[in-house]
């Protein structure tokens, strides 16, 4: 199954010299990202990234100064994933576990970060309904493009959208970094 057919990013992109369908590989944010999105909506929360790739993300924000750690189950297309190790390196350690298992496990991280989840995959839906904090911060096309299923964007319905901020972006594709706070969370600044 591809993308949204009404997705601006249906079909195949260009990234950077590779090509890939956004249907079954993971794509993280573009490798040229020089400085990460502002890190003061975590307000001090320790950030669980959950299908991390490769780390850019999780090393980005860790620079800046959050507590992040970061996981990946790693089950995607693991050639696109050894080509991108290959071609810039790994940048933040990655543990490889399931994002279910790992809001279990990490239940003192009360902010969540997903990258690109996959739209026809229901692990993003998963994670995001077991998981207890109050920040979620979404890279991704929002709720008609390629990234996450119609289940997981019903749960973000359930959260207060605080801010979307643009990104650097590959050729072709149109996401955004979404931040998400649990509206309950916003009267009483629960860490």
């Known amino acids: 199954m591809g993308c949204r057919e009404d997705s601006p990013t249906a079909g195949s992109t260009s990234m950077g010299g590779a090509t890939s369908s956004c249907a079954n590989t993971?794509?993280?944010s573009?490798?040229?990202?020089?400085?990460?999105?502002?890190?003061?909506?975590?307000?001090?929360?320790k950030l669980l990234?959950?299908?991390?790739?490769?780390g850019l993300w999780a090393g980005?924000?860790?620079?800046?100064?959050?507590?992040v750690t970061a996981v990946d189950n790693q089950s995607w297309n693991a050639d696109a994933h050894k080509l991108m190790e290959f071609e810039y390196g790994k940048f933040y350690p990655v543990e490889r576990l399931d994002g279910l298992e790992a809001v279990r496990r990490y239940v003192d991280h009360h902010a969540l970060m997903l990258c690109w989840p996959d739209y026809d995959a229901s692990w993003a839906g998963g994670v995001l309904e077991a998981f207890p904090g109050d920040r979620i911060l979404y890279i991704g096309e929002?709720?008609?493009g390629c990234t996450g299923d119609d289940r997981f964007h019903e749960l973000l319905d359930g959260w207060l959208e605080s801010e979307v901020v643009e990104i650097p972006q590959w050729d072709g594709v149109h996401d955004d970094l979404?931040?998400?706070?649990?509206?309950a969370s916003c009267t009483?600044?629960?860490r």
């Open 142 to 144: 929002g709720e008609s």
């Open 178 to 183: 979404y931040l998400y706070a649990r509206e």
């Open 26 to 28: 993971a794509s993280p």
């Open 49 to 54: 990234e959950v299908g991390a790739g490769t």
């Open 60 to 67: 980005l924000l860790s620079a800046a100064g959050a507590s």
């Open 188 to 190: 009483r600044g629960r």
């Open 30 to 45: 573009p490798p040229g990202t020089r400085s990460p999105p502002s890190y003061r909506f975590l307000g001090g929360r």
